[in-house]
């Protein structure tokens, strides 16, 4: 769900994910494998930088989708059931969107994210208080944002991380500096 979140659109036969880095790509694919859908899988140059298309194959899936997280970016929401699921399931659902559409800057001492849904971002801006970590949010323009101060980097890194190697060293880092600063908030 964090996936699709971040980089995700439904279509009426198929969920599209679209990304470069291989670690998301093979989640992807895993999750269609394990559950019996085919996908198909095509370079995509026509946004402002390339990337890999995966499509996932079902009608069930987009439908279920699009009912409970949306399809367009300035539409999509945290499906509702998330706000009561268990602590697992929340940093599963934060650790994809957060490799999506999160990054990590280890000068600025943050975590962020942004998204063109406000809707999404305002979820996305509750699920961690639930495991006891607090962002805060601004917009600007047509744009969403939400960061994560480095105090919350130690609980991040445990309770959420990343699967995407880069986001997960930068994510160490900012985890180091709270511990040496004091902010060991486990």
């Known amino acids: 769900l964090g996936i699709y979140l971040a980089e995700g659109n439904s279509t009426r036969n198929f969920v599209s994910i679209s990304n470069t880095d291989a670690a998301i790509q093979q989640q992807v ?4 494998d394990t559950r019996g859908f085919s ?3 095509y370079d995509n140059f026509s946004g402002f930088a390339p990337s890999h298309d995966i499509r996932i194959n079902s009608t069930l899936l987009s439908e279920f989708l699009k009912a409970t997280c949306g399809t367009s970016s300035y539409e999509k929401r ?3 059931f998330s706000y009561s699921a268990d602590e697992s399931f ?3 659902l934060l650790r994809g969107y957060f490799d999506g559409d999160g990054n ?3 000068s600025r001492k943050v ?3 942004s998204s063109k849904s406000k809707e999404l971002i305002d979820g996305v801006c509750i699920l961690p208080a639930r495991l006891g970590i607090f962002a805060s949010k601004r917009s600007e323009r047509k744009t969403h944002n939400l960061s994560i101060s480095y105090r ?3 609980r991040f890194l445990q309770l959420i991380g990343s699967d995407v190697e880069g986001k997960r060293l930068a994510l160490q880092c900012l985890a180091d500096i709270s511990s040496e600063v004091g902010y ?3």
Do not use: D, K, M
Not at 29 to 32: D, L, P, Q, V
């Open 29 to 32: 694919r895993s999750f269609a």
């Open 39 to 41: 996908h198909n899988e």
């Open 78 to 80: 945290v499906p509702q």
């Open 90 to 92: 929340i940093g599963a």
């Open 104 to 106: 990590v800057s280890i």
């Open 111 to 113: 975590i962020r994210a």
């Open 152 to 154: 919350y980097a130690v």
């Open 184 to 186: 060991n908030l486990v």
